[in-house]
């Protein structure tokens, strides 16, 4: 199954921390290796956005390229934003 994350969704998801707040049915569909997942580039703006401000603080992240580690190795896909997606 194909899943669209949001900026919420990814970052409780990425947070070991925050983990947790998740609801069960969403950390299944997280945990099941057969589904894939796509994020926008406007919600990895905001992930950055977020990290450089320090509102995400995990000591799993050095950097923002630890990010970016974590989610390629999650397997998620981030889709560019274009003129299509905003009409």
């Given at each position: 199954m194909r899943y669209y994350l949001d900026t919420n969704v990814l970052i409780f998801a990425l947070l070991r921390k925050r983990h947790d707040e998740l609801s069960r049915d969403v950390q299944h569909i997280l945990s099941d290796y057969s589904n894939q997942f796509y994020v926008s580039s406007v919600v990895v703006q905001e992930l950055i956005h977020a990290y450089k401000t320090g509102d995400i603080q995990d000591?799993?992240?050095?950097?923002?390229n630890d990010l970016f580690d974590t989610m390629e190795k999650s397997n998620i896909e981030i889709v560019p934003m274009n003129r299509y997606h905003l009409i």
């Open positions: 000591t799993l992240y050095k950097s923002v």
